[in-house]
């Protein structure tokens, strides 16, 4: 297996929230939890989702420009003599491109106004967000492109025809598609699931509370991933990275926001909610006791509005120092009452051996168990158990038969506006979740353009070049700083495309799924093993060898060889975006994003800085970002900042949070963005934005510039930019943008544009918009 849920501390480039019911988890950038949880998160909503989180790596050090070793092609003159500045390209490649950028464009706007118009205006005028979706954009775009074609894989059984772990998939794959014998099974599989959970009273008459056992159906439900009440799970020590650990956690809910159910003016989506769960348990219990039904879920909804009352909001979760909470297990005693040893213990039964109240543990969330127990307390045992079924029954609905799926589709069309996805979208998501190194396997033979991936080294290579430079020219750091900051960028380790054995060793892949058995006839069984094994290999990382020192990662192939390796990838390639991982220090690009927009190998070089290179760029700032910043070279939570060089950074951060405070989201109904929870995205943008358009113009000046594009009367750096607002074209539906300025740590793709340009100096300079205007304002934010 693939180390399934482990919990990652990881900040991506994307934005995924949507109206997804299930958020990542945040402390330090976005927790995720890996594979299985993505499938559960698939079952909640048929979402897009897209978000499977396996623990890969490569590492290879990138050396440090000015030893002269690695350098990329800066300074390297290309072997053909350079075209002129003037020069048109008119391959069929460029015309086929040019006409992209055409059509997405509206060249009517002024781009010194509104970039974002003038970059999207013609996608916008011509985008319907499809039925399914929340929201579109490029990058969904993209992503239905991806799961269309893992589909095709998949479902050619002539390739990789009979290895084993390739029919896991496959099985998987149909068990999932076949709902005609879902439809046959009706209820039965999720009723026989309550028993075992020791039922459901909303559901089941004969509950009685003398009965129950709060412990036991907890545990249960921890087994099948569900960490319900309060989080638990295995992370890498913030403070220690080399070490795993167990850390508790303030609850999720199963609404992606506290403010559904806090804010009165959303009470729509609880009232929602409460519907949703009426019409399941009335479903489930098959009579009309309609009374009955309402009342036990009213109270449960109540319930659940009091734990999100105590959760803390996420600008409050920023902060991975103040979030850091080293104690031992019976420790959490001083909390509540509660057999927290036997509920670990019966968790971990995997393990081999016991944990003790002496267990080194983590609390994220001091303040939230400390109203807990007070909240458990004057709270019935019958409304607890209703709750933590419920979540469990949501999470499962998706696996069930089409009675069952035409209930969430109503309650995700009034309340999210949103059809569900067709049959196979959802099955290919799921498959690639479970088993997305396999998906990939079969994916990236015909799929992937190979010598992307040596082009993306190169530009890595040139981008960590710009981003010492920008270090040095750094007008706030002093230079004690500033050499550990250099230390920590050239000790970032970086993976690309792929991990190698994916499409070499067949034997090693097969080893890691050994575990998972599947069933063709047994879908809702298969999701059910698939969490369990998850959970069980979870836990298995608390008693992980301890390894390394970073410096052995140089040595990818024996790094690769170990299940529990730093070395091993943080995801799977069929995915399309990129991530930073403080904890190790690493940037991931997998293969799945390694494509048009972002990179293709025709397009000339200026389009690829403009979009992968400003991908690029951003995930190396987090390493820098408000949160990223407080991690060393080697993983680890440790305030390497002197505090006056601190303060100028927290400065110049609160700049870019007052600037992004300002925008108002149309299409959420105007509310203004969070320049809290996005801060660490927005500094990300900003500063890979100039390290990426800093690469390509060295690049430029010691090669030459390439041809520009027909019908387009704009020189290369311009192109760049435009590029770059065209991978964030995008538009949400209402509901979709609420979620995301609830929740999302990314900014809605028009301030990307907009916040990220108007604060770089190139981009004015290009466009030669005037200062004062829109895009040129005089008062720039600069972190990095
Ligand atoms: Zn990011």
């Known amino acids: 297996m693939k180390s399934m849920n482990v919990t990652e501390s990881t900040t991506n480039m994307m934005m995924e929230e949507g109206y997804a019911m299930k958020k990542p988890r945040t402390s330090c950038g976005v927790k995720f939890y890996f594979a299985f949880l993505m499938l559960l998160q698939l079952a909640i909503v048929a979402i897009v989702a897209a978000m499977t989180w396996q623990v890969l790596d490569i590492g290879t050090h990138v050396k440090k420009a000015d030893n002269g070793q690695s350098g990329g092609q800066v300074g390297v003159p290309t072997p053909s003599v350079p075209p002129k500045a003037d020069e048109v390209c008119l391959t069929p490649d460029c015309l086929r491109t040019a006409a992209r950028l055409i059509e997405y464009m509206d060249p009517t706007i002024d781009p010194c106004d509104n970039f974002f118009e003038y970059a999207c205006g013609g996608w916008l005028a011509k985008t319907e967000i499809p039925p399914d979706s929340g929201r579109f954009g490029t990058f969904n775009q993209l992503r239905d492109d991806l799961t269309a074609n893992m589909r095709d894989v998949i479902e050619d059984t002539s390739l990789e025809k009979g290895e084993e772990v390739v029919e896991k998939a496959r099985t998987l794959y149909r068990s999932c598609m076949d709902v005609g014998l879902l439809d046959d099974k009706k209820e039965k599989p999720l009723t026989d699931l309550i028993t075992h959970l020791n039922g459901w009273p909303v559901v089941n008459d004969t509950w009685t509370e003398d009965n129950w056992d709060r412990l036991d159906t907890l545990t249960k439900l921890m087994r099948y991933s569900n960490s319900l009440l309060m989080s638990m799970y295995v992370t890498a020590d913030d403070k220690d990275s080399n070490v795993y650990i167990l850390a508790f956690d303030q609850a999720d809910l199963g609404l992606s926001s506290r403010q559904y159910f806090l804010n009165p003016d959303l009470s729509f989506y609880r009232d929602g909610y409460l519907n949703y769960s009426i019409d399941i348990a009335l479903k489930l219990r098959g009579d009309n006791d309609r009374a009955t039904v309402v009342q036990q879920m009213t109270d449960m909804v109540d319930f659940e509005t009091k734990l999100a009352n105590i959760t803390a909001p996420p600008s409050e979760r920023r902060d991975p120092e103040a979030l850091y909470h080293k104690m031992k297990l019976y420790n959490m005693s001083d909390y509540f009452e509660f057999p927290w040893v036997d509920y670990v213990n019966n968790a971990a039964y995997s393990l081999d051996e016991t944990i003790t109240g002496d267990e080194d543990i983590l609390n994220y969330a001091p303040d939230f168990f400390m109203k807990l127990g007070p909240l458990l307390e004057e709270t019935d045992n019958k409304t607890i158990a209703n709750y933590i079924i419920w979540r469990m029954v949501q999470n499962r609905i998706g696996n069930l038969g089409t009675e069952f799926l035409e209930i969430r589709e109503k309650f995700n069309r009034d309340i999210f506006g949103v059809e569900p996805s067709s049959r196979w979208e959802t099955c290919v998501s799921v498959v690639n979740s479970v088993m997305g190194t396999v998906v990939s396997r079969l994916y990236l033979p015909k799929f992937f353009q190979e010598e992307s991936k040596a082009k993306a080294v190169e530009m890595i290579d040139n981008i960590r070049i710009a981003f010492n430079e920008l270090l040095d020219e750094n007008y706030w750091m002093d230079d004690a700083t500033r050499a550990v900051a250099e230390e920590k960028a050239a000790a970032m380790k970086q993976f690309i495309a792929y991990d190698d054995y994916i499409v070499n060793n067949i034997t090693r892949l097969t080893e890691d799924y050994e575990m998972l058995h599947f069933d063709e006839l047994e879908y809702f069984g298969n999701v059910l093993h698939n969490m369990e094994v998850s959970n069980n290999e979870t836990f298995k990382y608390l008693r992980k060898p301890k390894e390394r020192s970073l410096s052995l990662l140089a040595n990818v192939q024996s790094c690769t060889r170990n299940l529990f390796s730093f070395c091993r990838w943080i995801t799977?390639?069929?995915?399309?975006?990129?991530?930073?991982?403080?904890?190790?220090?690493?940037?991931?690009?997998?293969?799945?994003?390694?494509?048009?927009?972002?990179?293709?190998?025709?397009?000339?070089?200026?389009?690829?800085?403009?979009?992968?290179?400003?991908?690029?760029?951003?995930?190396?700032?987090?390493g820098f970002d408000d949160s990223g910043r407080q991690f060393d070279k080697e993983g680890n939570l440790n305030e390497w900042w002197d505090p006056t060089v601190a303060d100028k950074f927290k400065e110049a951060a609160q700049c870019v949070m007052d600037q992004y405070s300002m925008y108002q989201f149309e299409e959420a109904?105007?509310?203004?963005?969070?320049?809290?929870?996005?801060?660490?995205?927005?500094?990300?943008?900003?500063?890979?934005?100039?390290?990426?358009?800093r690469a390509y113009r060295s690049w430029a000046a010691a090669n030459g510039p390439e041809p520009t594009l027909p019908g387009l009367d704009l020189n290369q750096e311009q192109l760049l930019f435009l590029n770059y607002g065209q991978i964030w074209c995008s538009k949400y539906r209402y509901q979709s943008a609420v979620s995301q300025v609830l929740n999302g740590p990314h900014s809605p793709g028009r301030f990307r544009v907009i916040g990220t340009l108007s604060n770089t100096p190139g981009f004015s300079e290009a466009y030669k918009c005037p200062v004062g205007s829109k895009m040129n304002p005089r008062n720039k934010c600069a972190v990095w």
């Open 669 to 693: 109904g105007g509310m203004n963005l969070s320049g809290v929870i996005t801060s660490g995205e927005n500094i990300a943008d900003n500063g890979g934005m100039k390290q990426t358009f």
């Open 572 to 622: 799977h390639p069929t995915i399309v975006n990129a991530f930073y991982s403080p904890s190790r220090n690493s940037i991931s690009f997998p293969a799945g994003i390694l494509q048009g927009p972002f990179y293709d190998g025709t397009y000339p070089r200026y389009l690829n800085y403009g979009g992968i290179g400003a991908v690029i760029g951003h995930e190396i700032t987090h």
